[in-house]
């Protein structure tokens, strides 16, 4: 768990307090991603008047598999986050947008795991000159020339070829 004590941040308008984490994925339930490492999580609380606002940078190294060459490699991961909490009262109207603590400490672990999930790509590539593999024989493209033969056309283009035949 990430708790940050606002004891002190939270009395005095414009105050500030850093924080540093440094946690293993099962700590914060993060088992579905291969974190090679711990996650460390940097950051400062700043009080902004009714809401306490929270900036960081996540810091991990995840191992990925390439969608292109399907080799693993290692991506030193930084992700910048942000959030505002408000005081829970009884005065205040809860909004969905808004989140909330109450206390003296703000957990932040949802923040950062969820965080560090959005943050994956769709389609991981281990380098945008990534070349893949070979459609036809499947050698890694990246490390070595097949001695395959590149005809393959797209067949709703072969009208075109027949044109620059002629």
């Given amino acids: 768990m990430m708790k940050i004590n606002v004891f002190h941040v939270k009395s005095q308008l414009g105050s500030k307090q ?6 293993t994925p099962t700590e914060i339930d993060l088992d579905s991603l291969d974190v090679d490492g711990n996650i460390l999580v940097e950051g400062e609380v700043v ?12 810091s991990t190294k995840i191992v990925r598999n390439c969608n292109r060459c399907l080799k693993d490699y ?3 991961v930084k992700i910048p986050f942000m959030e505002k909490f408000q005081l829970v009262s009884a ?7 808004q989140s909330y603590f109450t206390g003296d400490e703000i957990d932040i672990t949802g923040i ?5 999930l959005l943050s994956e790509p769709m389609k991981p590539i281990c380098d ?3 070349k ?3 459609s036809k024989c ?20 072969s009208v075109l070829q027949k044109l620059l035949k002629e």
């Fill in 18 to 23: 850093s924080f540093r984490f440094e946690v």
């Fill in 47 to 58: 009080n902004i008047g009714s809401t306490l606002e929270i900036n960081g940078v996540i």
């Fill in 74 to 76: 290692t991506a030193v």
């Fill in 91 to 97: 005065k205040v109207e809860r909004d969905t947008e």
């Fill in 112 to 116: 950062i795991r969820e965080s560090l």
């Fill in 128 to 130: 945008e000159f990534c």
């Fill in 132 to 134: 893949g593999l070979c």
């Fill in 138 to 157: 499947g050698t890694n493209l990246n490390e070595k020339v097949c001695s395959c033969i590149k005809t393959d056309m797209d067949p709703r283009l």
